[in-house]
């Protein structure tokens, strides 16, 4: 099975520019998982179903934010960024605008 993580040639990336390919790569798929479940979820009818998909989507949740924790752990202007944004009151744009002037 071929992957498409990397736009340059495999063999000329470093082995961490390799593993941030993989972990950007790990959390696109764990965003797309949750919203497979997310949509599953919206539809089911049976209940104990239901709760199992609710159990498996945690599970996704804890895989991105692993993911998302280890690229801020590598790239400390995006947690700069993400610090100024997440978690924060207000308006989402402001807040982020704000915080990427304070990354410059």
Do not use: C
């Not at 949750?34 to 089911?44: A, D, F, P, V």
């Amino acid at each position: 099975m071929g992957f498409d993580q990397y736009h340059e040639p495999a063999e000329e990336l470093t082995d961490d520019m390799r593993t941030f390919a993989r972990m950007i790569t790990s959390l696109t798929e764990e965003a797309e998982a949750i919203g497979w479940y997310e949509q599953r979820i919206s539809l089911e009818k049976d209940k104990e179903a239901k709760a199992i998909m609710q159990d498996a989507q945690k599970e996704e949740f804890k895989h991105f934010a692993m993911d998302l924790e280890f690229l801020f752990r590598k790239k400390k202007e995006w947690q700069t960024i993400a610090r100024g944004v997440l978690f924060k009151t207000g308006s989402i744009t402001k807040n982020a605008d704000s915080a990427e002037k304070a990354a410059d």
